[in-house]
C-alpha cells in the first residue's frame, strides 16, 4: 500500500509537549526527504522540520529550534516530531510527507517538493 500517516496531535496548554508520528508505507528511492509541514488557515504549508533519510541531515524553522527535535527509525518508516515547550503560535494541521531527496534548506522545508503526504493531524495549543 502506498501510505503516508501520521498522528499524535491533539489539544494542549501552552509549555506542554506532544510527539507526533508518522509511518510511510510508499516506495521509496535511496535516498529521500521526509519531513514535517504545518498549514493555518488561510496560509501555505510551511516546513516546520525535515531529514534526509540515509545522511540524516536534518533542518528546523528558525521557530522550533531548541524545542522541536525530528527523529527518525529506517528499519520502520517511521518518523516522529518531539514538540517541547508549545506556544499557541504553534498551532495548525501538521503534515508529514515524503519526497526525492531534496539536499538543501531551501528545497526540504519547500512543501511544493514533496509529491506524498497524510491526512494531517490538529495540534491546538491554548494559552
Known amino acids: 500500500q502506498v501510505q503516508v500517516a501520521e498522528s499524535g496531535g491533539g489539544m494542549v496548554q501552552a509549555g506542554d509537549s506532544l510527539t507526533l508520528s508518522c509511518i510511510d508505507s510508499?516506495?521509496?528511492?535511496?535516498?529521500?526527504?521526509m519531513g514535517w509541514f504545518r498549514q493555518r488557515p488561510g496560509n501555505e504549508r510551511e516546513g516546520i522540520s525535515c531529514?534526509?533519510?540515509?545522511?540524516?541531515?536534518?533542518y528546523y524553522a528558525t521557530s522550533v529550534k531548541g524545542r522541536f527535535t525530528i527523529s527518525q527509525d529506517n528499519a520502520k518508516n517511521t518518523l516522529w516530531l518531539q514538540m517541547n515547550g508549545l506556544k499557541p503560535e504553534d498551532s495548525g494541521m501538521y503534515y508529514c510527507?515524503?519526497?526525492?531527496?531534496?539536499?538543501?534548506?531551501?528545497?526540504?522545508?519547500?512543501?511544493?517538493?514533496?509529491?506524498?503526504w497524510g491526512q494531517g493531524t490538529q495540534v491546538t495549543v491554548s494559552s
Open positions: 510527507a515524503a519526497a526525492v531527496c531534496r539536499p538543501t534548506p531551501e528545497e526540504a522545508l519547500d512543501a511544493r517538493q514533496y509529491d506524498r
Open positions: 510508499g516506495p521509496r528511492f535511496a535516498d529521500h526527504s
Open positions: 531529514t534526509t533519510w540515509n545522511r540524516k541531515i536534518t
